[in-house]
């Protein structure tokens, strides 16, 4: 098992209620770290920006960019072999490691060379009030982090609270964003209804149209008959018929007489 294996066992089998802390971006950094350690530069597309967790460690494993793996594997035994000595100034190992546990990660920390020996170990002074006080009121810290350092399989589990309690500025967009999709799905709803009310007002009108071109139409028809009436009366006397028959003839003489008058006079 080499140094990178042993550092990640040690960190998939620390304590759950042991004294390690670590912040957010420190969570971060090991899973970037793990990533670029054992896959390499970051060649996944980046999350969708409402996938807040993915979004933090999309970013975080993309900020390594071009460091190598074997780099990769040296900065993630580094940083926990710092913060596992960080914890050992204050608690004993053996205090927060006990029966079984100490006995399957003592031979890993003598690998990575941070194993207290139990003759060797030293009183090491209780915290004091202040710096509990601080620790509780530091907004950076992560105060119920069980492990802490996890690999990638264990990270999503345990930094899922941090991510989403760190990006609280994150959360009201968020929600607006599901506000925006009900409201924008209850406008389509709207607008399919709307859409089929103008269609049954279009029909209409059209119905509408067409009954009025028909009255019209009809109208017109009444009106050429009307003509028709006024012009050829339908009774008509014999007087009348009499008239019409020889009226050309009674013109003709009285136009052959008045032209022989004219030509007496002259």
Known sequence: ??????????VQN??????????????????????QATHGKCDLPKPSFYDIQGVYKWNAWNKLDNMTMDEAKQAYVDSIVQKIREVQKEYKTEEWMKGDTYELLAPKFEVLGVLEGKDQAVEHPKKTENKETENETDNVETPNSSACILSDNEYADAIDDEIQSRSSSFTEPHNSFNRRISRQSSLKSSCHRLEKELKVITESIDKLGKAVEERHNLLIGLMKKATVYVLVPRVTSWKTIIFFVFWPFVTKFLLRWLRRFLRLLM
């Open 1 to 10: 098992m080499s140094v990178f294996e042993t550092a990640v066992f040690i």
């Open 14 to 35: 620390l304590p759950k209620d042991g004294p390690i802390k670590t912040s957010t971006d420190e969570k971060l950094n090991f899973y970037a770290l793990f990533k």
